[in-house]
Structure formats: C-alpha cells, structure tokens
C-alpha cells in the first residue's frame, strides 16, 4: 500500500472490497423482496383477493402516505443523534427488519377479509417499519467512504442487486402464487393462501439479506457523538430550505417513484384485463421491469464518465418515454397487441431507460449530504435520508392513490372477466400515458441539478482538511 494511498484512506475516502459492495447491496435487494410485492401487488391483492373497493385502497394508500410524513422524520432525527453498539445506522437493519418482515407477511393474510380497520393497521405498521430499516440503510451509503468513483460503484452493486430484487418478485410472485394454487384459472391467482405464503417466502428470504448486509458494512464516516446530539426534527426543514441540490433532487424523487410505481402497480390489471394474459405472461412482463439492469447497471460509471451524470439521465429517461409510447401505440393497434413479444420489447425499452436513470440518483443523496456539511458543519445523514424517504414514499404513494383513483373513475369491475373499453383505456393511460408525463417533468427537474463529479471532489476534499485542521 503506497503512502498516497494511506493518505487517502485516513481522510475518508475508502475503497471496499466486492464482498462489502455486494453486503451493502443486499441490503436493497431484501427491501425490495419485501416493498417491490407491495408496490407491484398489493393494490390488486386489497380489489381481487381481500374485497376492498378500488376507492378506498387509494384513500388508505394515502393516508399512509401522510403519517410517513410525520415519522419519516422523526426517524432521520432519531438515528442521526443515537449511536446503538450495533452500529449507528446498520444496527437498524436487524432491529427494523424483523417488525417489518412480521407486518409484511400480515399484509397478504387474509384471516379478517375486508376489513378496513385490520388492512390499516398491518400496512401502516409495515411502513413505519419499513422506514426504520430504509433511512438508516440510506445514510449507511454516505458513512461508508467520501470516494466519488467508489460511490458511484457502490451504488450500481446496489442498483443491481435491487433490480435483482425487482425480477424476483416481477417473475418470481406470478409463478410461486400459481406454484401454490395450481388449479386456478390462467389470470392471476385470487387464493388467499396462495398469497399468503409466497409473501411469508420473500419476507423471510428478505430478513436473511438484511442480516448479511449487517455483517459486512462498517460505518467510518459519520459525525463526532458531540455534533449530532443536538440533532432535531426541525433540522430537516431547515436542511430542504439551504440544501438547493437536495430539493432538485427531492423533487425528482418523487416524479421518479410516482411514474414507476403507476405503471407497476397497474401491470397486472394491464396483462389480465387489457391482453387477456395467462400469469406466465404476467411474469415475463413484470420481469422485464428489472433485467435491463443486469446490463447496464455495470456499465454506469463508464456511461457516466462519457457523456456526464445530467446527460445519462437525459439519455435514459427519453429512452423510457419512447418505451411507452411504443407500448401505447401497440395496445391501440388490436392486431399487433396479439404479439406479446412486441409488448415485451417494448417494455424492455421503457424498463431499461426508467432502471438507469432511477438507479443512479441514489448516488446523489451522499453527494447532497457532503453539499450540507460543506455549507454548515453537520453531516446530518439520517436527516437528509428521511427527507428524501418522505418525497421517495410520496411518489410511492402515487401508484397506489392514482391507480385506484383512475380504476374507479373507469367503472374498473374486480368480479368482470372482460372489462369495458373505458376501463381498459383507464389502465392503459396507467401503464404509459400517466409515467410519461411525469419522464418529462422529472427531466426538467434533473437539468437544474448543478453538482458534477469535480465540485464534488473539491467539497469532499475541502471537507476532510476541515476535520484536519
């Protein structure tokens, strides 16, 4: 090890092994086990299995959307000024993983069919839960090392094995709930035990990658116990107000996750009701929302380096609009839509633009991170990390709210074989129109982002002779 070397660990700037990267990255992978099947499904399981009206899932999605935003916070503030012996912030892996692996299996348990009161409390304690485990594991990333270039390999590692996360449950819940109800009809199995016990299959699948993740992450950049025992819920919005790289970057957040999350959300209804697909068709489908990582996430820090972190979202996010518009101009056509290859290649184009560009934004929060302490002294991850998660839930909230607020307006009949024209067109505007609209906005958000790699470096750098001093 050469002395410039020791030089650059000593100030932060750290270099991980592959088995850490990928330790930190299961940690995405065992959270989207569990929060992809609820984002992707739990919607259609709420109207077909457990018999609530389309309306009312979409109020609940959104009240639980408004307590994230009270606790979301008090999360940051909480783990931001604790210092548990397990760790600062991956102690919460284990101590918020086992809650939310138990609610996530009581959300697809049908014991108390229908009711509201029952379907309130399981989801708003698994989101609660959930953000336990996520904020943390989000300031996890910017406690690891200062390094940009390793950042920026750490979260593809992430990205890719979130995505592999995403084919799991994409392809993996059509066959498991079939696996386990082998005498339903083609569509998608409306068993509750089937249900039940692919759910409880992730989530303990999940639980094992959380400890993993646990095992191999060790936190060295984090603040002095002294500097962050004064933390406070009121420093998040004061963070959003100075923070202008964290509001861009908040707002493409919650663009990003709301176009994401309406056309997941509605990919089940789409194959069943529009295309009249069988649940092998169903799991191609939703597995193409993820397998264009495994190709290009790898590839993410050399696109980067040749055409810049604003032109790679540029690039990728017109890619994705022109998926849609491919997908949209195939179901209008009867004839073509009768080749479900074509939907399959134009849904691999949507997925590859949409994997990329929402993939690599998750290097920007230590980037936004490192921007505050620079500017005020507090390196206040767990804070910035609750903010982000509060617009990340709120597009989230998104793909329930605004499906099953759209599935209502088109008259959408859970006990109908064969929907009416209108509410098929409901559910294609959910697939293609609506997430194509928000690609351009969220395109206009990400150009007002300022911070390339060399500011950054220079903020880092600048940083660490601080702490010298």
Same mark, same amino acid.
Request: hydrophobic share 50%; net charge neutral; with cysteine.
């Given at each position: 090890m050469t002395d410039t070397y020791k030089t650059t660990e000593s100030n932060g700037f750290y270099k991980l092994s592959w088995l850490q990267r990928i330790g930190f990255g299961s940690g995405d992978l065992a959270q989207n086990l569990i929060y992809q099947t609820i984002s992707m499904y739990l919607l259609f399981y709420y109207t077909n299995v457990f018999g609530l009206d389309p309306a009312v899932a979409a109020v609940m999605f959104l009240i639980v959307r408004i307590v994230d935003v009270i606790w979301d916070p008090l999360v940051g503030a909480f783990v931001d000024k604790r210092d548990p012996k397990l760790g600062k912030y991956r102690a919460y892996l284990v101590l918020g993983g086992i809650p939310l692996t138990g609610f996530a299996i009581l959300c697809f348990w049908n014991g108390f069919s229908g009711s509201l009161v029952y379907a309130y409390v399981t989801y708003v304690g698994l989101s609660m839960c959930y953000t336990l485990v996520n904020v943390p594991y989000g300031a996890l990333n910017a406690s690891l090392t200062r390094d940009t270039h390793e950042i920026t390999v750490l979260t593809s590692t992430r990205m890719f094995m979130a995505n592999l996360g995403g084919l799991a449950v994409g392809m993996g819940i059509p066959m498991l709930v079939k696996l386990f109800d082998p005498g339903e009809t083609a569509d998608l199995s409306s068993n509750d035990y089937a249900w039940f016990m692919t759910m409880s299959i992730y989530g303990l699948v999940g639980l094992a990658l959380l400890i993993f993740c646990f095992s191999q992450c060790r936190e060295r950049v984090v603040m002095d116990k002294s500097e962050t025992e004064n933390v406070k819920v009121s420093d998040l919005w004061l963070e959003f107000v100075r923070n202008r790289p964290l509001r861009i970057l908040a707002f493409f957040f919650i663009t990003a996750f709301a176009l994401m999350a309406i056309s997941n959300s509605a990919g089940a209804y789409y194959i069943n009701y529009n295309l009249g697909g069988s649940a092998g068709e169903l799991s191609v489908f939703m597995g193409l929302g993820s397998f264009p990582a495994f190709i290009f996430m790898p590839m993410i820090p050399w696109i980067k380096k040749q055409v810049g972190k604003r032109g790679m979202f540029y690039i990728f996010l017109s890619t994705a609009v022109v998926g849609m518009a491919m997908l949209y101009a195939i179901s209008m056509v009867p004839s073509l839509k009768e080749h479900m290859w074509l939907v399959y290649v134009a849904q691999f184009v949507k997925s590859t633009g949409i994997i990329?560009?929402?993939?690599?934004?998750?290097? +920007? *929060?230590?980037?936004? %991170?490192?921007?505050?302490?620079?500017?005020?002294?507090? !390196? /206040?991850?767990? #804070?910035?990390?609750?903010?982000?998660?509060?617009?990340?839930?709120?597009?989230?909230?998104?793909?329930?709210?605004?499906?099953?607020?759209?599935?209502?307006?088109?008259?959408?009949?859970?006990?109908?074989?064969?929907?009416?024209?209108?509410?098929?067109?409901?559910?294609?505007?959910?697939?293609?129109?609506?997430?194509?609209?928000?690609? +351009? *906005?969220?395109?206009? %958000?990400?150009?007002?982002?300022?911070?390339?790699?060399? !500011? /950054?470096?220079? #903020?880092?750098?600048?940083?660490?002779?601080?702490?010298?001093?």
């Amino acid at each position: 090890m050469t002395d410039t070397y020791k030089t650059t660990e000593s100030n932060g700037f750290y270099k991980l092994s592959w088995l850490q990267r990928i330790g930190f990255g299961s940690g995405d992978l065992a959270q989207n086990l569990i929060y992809q099947t609820i984002s992707m499904y739990l919607l259609f399981y709420y109207t077909n299995v457990f018999g609530l009206d389309p309306a009312v899932a979409a109020v609940m999605f959104l009240i639980v959307r408004i307590v994230d935003v009270i606790w979301d916070p008090l999360v940051g503030a909480f783990v931001d000024k604790r210092d548990p012996k397990l760790g600062k912030y991956r102690a919460y892996l284990v101590l918020g993983g086992i809650p939310l692996t138990g609610f996530a299996i009581l959300c697809f348990w049908n014991g108390f069919s229908g009711s509201l009161v029952y379907a309130y409390v399981t989801y708003v304690g698994l989101s609660m839960c959930y953000t336990l485990v996520n904020v943390p594991y989000g300031a996890l990333n910017a406690s690891l090392t200062r390094d940009t270039h390793e950042i920026t390999v750490l979260t593809s590692t992430r990205m890719f094995m979130a995505n592999l996360g995403g084919l799991a449950v994409g392809m993996g819940i059509p066959m498991l709930v079939k696996l386990f109800d082998p005498g339903e009809t083609a569509d998608l199995s409306s068993n509750d035990y089937a249900w039940f016990m692919t759910m409880s299959i992730y989530g303990l699948v999940g639980l094992a990658l959380l400890i993993f993740c646990f095992s191999q992450c060790r936190e060295r950049v984090v603040m002095d116990k002294s500097e962050t025992e004064n933390v406070k819920v009121s420093d998040l919005w004061l963070e959003f107000v100075r923070n202008r790289p964290l509001r861009i970057l908040a707002f493409f957040f919650i663009t990003a996750f709301a176009l994401m999350a309406i056309s997941n959300s509605a990919g089940a209804y789409y194959i069943n009701y529009n295309l009249g697909g069988s649940a092998g068709e169903l799991s191609v489908f939703m597995g193409l929302g993820s397998f264009p990582a495994f190709i290009f996430m790898p590839m993410i820090p050399w696109i980067k380096k040749q055409v810049g972190k604003r032109g790679m979202f540029y690039i990728f996010l017109s890619t994705a609009v022109v998926g849609m518009a491919m997908l949209y101009a195939i179901s209008m056509v009867p004839s073509l839509k009768e080749h479900m290859w074509l939907v399959y290649v134009a849904q691999f184009v949507k997925s590859t633009g949409i994997i990329v560009a929402t993939g690599y934004m998750w290097a +920007l *929060v230590p980037e936004v %991170i490192s921007y505050g302490e620079y500017t005020h002294g507090k !390196r /206040i991850s767990g #804070i910035v990390n609750a903010l982000t998660g509060i617009f990340y839930k709120a597009g989230m909230a998104m793909g329930g709210v605004v499906p099953g607020l759209v599935l209502a307006f088109v008259g959408f009949d859970k006990d109908a074989a064969v929907q009416s024209a209108f509410a098929q067109q409901g559910i294609l505007w959910l697939v293609a129109v609506i997430p194509a609209v928000l690609l +351009l *906005v969220s395109m206009f %958000i990400i150009s007002k982002y300022e911070l390339d790699d060399a !500011r /950054i470096d220079e #903020i880092n750098a600048e940083i660490e002779r601080r702490h010298k001093l």
